[in-house]
């Protein structure tokens, strides 16, 4: 399974899946558990500045995971596949116990740390984990992925809010520009839609936007494949003078049959909706499997 | 001490606990997989005087198809963690979605009293 997220992308066991999600691009931590207990910390900083030295930030981070004394058993490391700077490694003696990697990314200017929680000695950190990391800078293309529902953002779009329910998940992103875009995906879409039908599911997300908006037109099916249903909204007249708010929306919403699954995006601007659309459900597809099987078996 | 306090369980032994039927239902299947549960009212001693339930009363549970596949698995022989991962491959929804959603959807059934518990005695590092 491909986690990826604010920027930096990572291969985890499919069995392993995100706990806690906190922070922006700036700085944040994602925490994956298995069923049984936490498996991997991942955080991420900013840092810089004019007397900003790698080394020392590095070094920093993991005294403050671990503390002095056990800081000073971590060891350089080389890190193929990424602009990495000062990359250092430490690994407990004794698990169970806390296995860290800190790096600082060149190509995002953070500070990356990994902090996978070893049941037992086992390579799975730095044979496993360490060679599928790849952080990705502010000007291009930024990936997510998060259990299932993963998509590709224009640069320049940072994420303004995440609602991670099970079998409900959605992201949504902003660019400076005022453009807007939401991505919602529902889990056994056929279910769902027994239950209420592809225009309500619309309606619905239209709502989201508040009493200020209201449907333009009846929904549209494409008539091309995949079939996707377009719906308009938008402002209402009486809300002409609110200019911080979009002219309207566009909702697009598709049944993706291979995953059943109900993706529903919703933007400011009809191509960024279509776009978006397109790239959603990037990471199932991409084959994935092999290496990270035989990790499960390995660990359990 | 007037009061006990709850045994704390870890998250392994909640996992490891298996759901078994308390309550002595008719079923009636459904069309789109789902099913009704018609499960009789017990009331206590002092309700019974007080509301008069008359006999043969009873409530019934609707169940979606999810939740009747749920329910049928809830046998005490079936672990939480065995219903979490057959699920997830059925439905193929990440282990942490499915764990999140059968874990309320017990506790519902709990609280309304059609299923107990039965937890296995095991050291919290048994998988």
Partial sequence: MIIAWQGWRLEVPDRWGPVRVEGDAD????LMADLHRPRLGMRWKVAGGKRFKAEVAVTAAVRQEVGQLAAQDARPLSMDGGNW???LLYEDDEPPGRDICVAYSLTSGRIIELVYHAHHRDRVLTQRLLPTLVDTSRSEVW???IFDLSC???SGMVMAKHRLNAGDLSLSFTHKDGSAVTVRQLAMAKLALQRRPMERWIAEQAAWHGKQFKFGSSPVESEGEPKRVRQQVVRRRRYGWAWWLAKGYTVLARHDQERDRLVIVDATDEALASELMDTVGWASTKQTKGSMESMDTEED | MFWSRKPKITKPQALAAKPLQLAKCTVTEAPDGGAQLKVPIQPSRIAGRLFRVPEGTTKTFELEAIGYS???QCDGKTSVQQIIRRLSKQYNISLREMEVSTVAFLQTLVRKGLIGMAMPDA?????
């Fill in chain 1, 27 to 30: 700085a944040g931590y994602l």
């Fill in chain 1, 85 to 87: 700077q000062a990359p």
């Fill in chain 1, 143 to 145: 990936e997510w992925s």
């Fill in chain 1, 152 to 154: 590709r953002t224009p």
């Fill in chain 2, 70 to 72: 749920v329910w049928k």
């Fill in chain 2, 123 to 127: 050291s919290p590092d048994k998988e």
